[in-house]
Every structure is written in structure tokens, then in C-alpha cells.
């Protein structure tokens, strides 16, 4: 009855123990998710700012530029999928990786080579496990994105893409990443980078309206390759400040979930220990009146 009883109190001070390192890990979450939210509302009026340019010049001008044209045949796309570089993040990581199999399945039932860009140690961690080949990798910083790993990522895919798909280039480029919807909801989503799709929604003339014309200098094809790197960059570096958002906020609810169970465990375990200590009080006090009343008959008989 001892020894079990000291088995329940190592298991209580072990779930204590990890309730600590939790509710530490997601009080830390919880101070950074503010950060993260802030960055990409500082982000977001520039990015769409450049999509909006870009979609003026795409929309008003009749030059076949290579990025915003659609090739005849697309023999291989690229997916750059963004992960964390840290666990403990619940089903952050699966969710993308899982959306990224059912991209990679939908592009290789149309006749599309398909190849990959990975971001986070859990993606290279999961391409190496399986064996799977991918075309470059970038690690560290997935909680902290910065501009110069966006452009890196914008510099590696836009090569890519400007090379011929028969010399190792691609003809499109997609996004797999976690929206950041709500403290609750992060939300895996695909958008297609490149070739660009002009943004719907783009509004239509009155009767009694016409939309201004547009000039543009220098020319519209300088133009476009001087705005089109940029909104490729500004895409890719809003997708890593949604991801880090949402690797916060999925990390904070695990770490909380893991918490709750600490305390269940705690609370289980000192009922065992509590009904374990009360059958060893039980126990011995039957050895001590029995032990009396053994000596007690013993002083009768004699």
C-alpha cells in the first residue's frame, strides 16, 4: 500500500511539474499573438496596395507580359508550403502538410511535375522522413518572420519560374499556409502566386461613368517587371506573418488543452492518493486492534 502510494505522489508532482512548463509556454503564445496580429495589420494596407497597383496595370494595359500571362501548357508547378519550426503546436503543421498532399494529388491528376519550396524545420522534417525531394529549404524564424527571408523565398521562386520547365523550371507557383482567423480558427489555404490572376472583383463602369485611362512611364512592360517582384514579395512575406499568427494562436490553445489535462491528472491522482492513504489508515489501525485484541486474550488465558 506504501509503495503505491508514493507511485501516485511522483505522478502528481510529474503532472505539476508540466502543468508549469505549459501554462509558462502559453502565457508566452498568448504576449506574442498580439505582436503578430499587430504586423500583419501593419502589412496588410501595403500589401494591398501593391496588389491594387498591380491589378491597374495588368487590367488597363494590353502587353502579354510573362508572369501575368497564361502559358498554353503547364508541365510543372511549385508549392511553397509554410510550417513552424517548433512543435507543440497541435495539428498547425499537419493541417498545412495535409493540404499540401491534396494540392500536390489535384496538380498530378492534370499532368502537372510538381515540386517543392519548404518552410519550417517541421516540413523538411517531414519531406526527409518520407523521402520526399524538395527544391530548396528555409529554417528559423517561422515565429518572427523578417523581409529578407521573404525575399530570399520571392528571389528562389521567381528564378524558378523564369526558367524553361524543360531546364528544372516551373509554369506556376502556389501558396499553402495557415490563415489567421481568430484566436480559435487558422484556416489552411492555397492561393496560386504566379502566373497572376488579376484580383476579382474589379468594378464595372456606370452608364453615366467611365473609368480614367491610364499612361503609364516608362513603358508598361518595365513597369510591370518593376511591381511584379515587389507584389511577389509582399504576397509571400503577409502569408509568413499569417502563419506566424496562426502558429501562436494554435500553440496557445494546445498549450492551454494540455494545461486542463495537467490539472484533471492532479485532481485523479489525489483522489488515488487520498483513498490510498485512507485504506493504509484503515489498514493499520486493524493491525493495531487486532494486535490488542490478540494481547488481550492472551492476558485472559493466563
Not at 491534396?102 to 524545420?121: H, M
Not at 499568427?245 to 490553445?253: I, L, P, T, V, Y
Request: aromatic share 6%.
Amino acid at each position: 500500500m506504501g509503495a503505491q502510494l508514493r507511485v501516485y505522489r511522483q505522478k502528481i508532482k510529474s503532472a505539476q511539474t508540466t502543468k508549469k512548463i505549459t501554462r509558462a509556454m502559453e502565457l508566452i503564445s498568448a504576449s506574442r499573438i498580439y505582436k503578430a496580429q499587430q504586423r500583419v495589420a501593419a502589412a496588410t494596407p501595403y500589401d494591398r496596395a501593391v496588389t491594387r497597383a498591380v491589378s491597374a496595370v495588368a487590367t488597363y494595359s494590353n502587353v502579354k507580359h510573362p508572369l501575368t500571362t497564361e502559358p498554353e501548357r503547364i508541365d510543372r508547378a511549385a508549392v511553397v508550403i509554410f510550417t513552424s519550426d517548433r512543435g507543440l503546436a497541435g495539428a498547425f503543421s499537419s493541417s498545412v502538410l495535409k493540404e499540401a498532399d491534396a494540392l500536390t494529388s489535384l496538380l498530378r491528376s492534370q499532368g502537372k511535375e510538381v515540386v517543392y519550396f519548404l518552410v519550417g524545420r517541421k516540413a523538411v522534417s517531414n519531406f526527409g522522413f518520407r523521402r520526399r525531394k524538395f527544391e530548396q529549404q528555409w529554417i528559423g524564424g517561422t515565429d518572427l518572420p523578417q523581409v529578407d527571408t521573404a525575399k530570399a523565398i520571392a528571389d528562389a521562386v521567381l528564378a524558378s519560374f523564369n526558367t524553361e520547365a524543360s531546364e528544372g523550371g516551373v509554369d506556376e507557383i502556389h501558396l499553402v499556409f495557415n490563415r489567421f482567423v481568430s484566436m480559435i480558427a487558422q484556416v489552411p489555404e492555397v492561393i496560386r502566386l504566379l502566373p497572376l490572376e488579376v484580383v476579382p472583383g474589379m468594378q464595372t463602369p456606370a452608364d453615366d461613368e467611365v473609368f480614367p485611362l491610364y499612361e503609364f512611364e516608362p513603358d508598361v512592360t518595365k513597369v510591370l517587371d518593376a511591381l511584379l517582384p515587389v507584389y511577389i514579395e509582399s504576397r509571400i512575406f503577409n502569408a509568413m506573418l499569417q502563419s506566424a499568427a496562426s502558429e501562436h494562436a494554435a500553440r496557445q490553445k494546445a498549450m492551454k488543452s494540455a494545461t486542463d489535462n495537467a490539472d484533471k491528472l492532479i485532481k485523479n491522482y489525489t483522489r488515488l492518493s487520498n483513498s490510498a492513504r485512507q485504506a493504509e489508515i484503515t489498514q493499520q489501525i486493524s493491525e493495531i486492534v487486532g494486535g490488542a485484541d490478540a494481547l488481550s486474550t492472551a492476558g485472559d488465558e493466563d
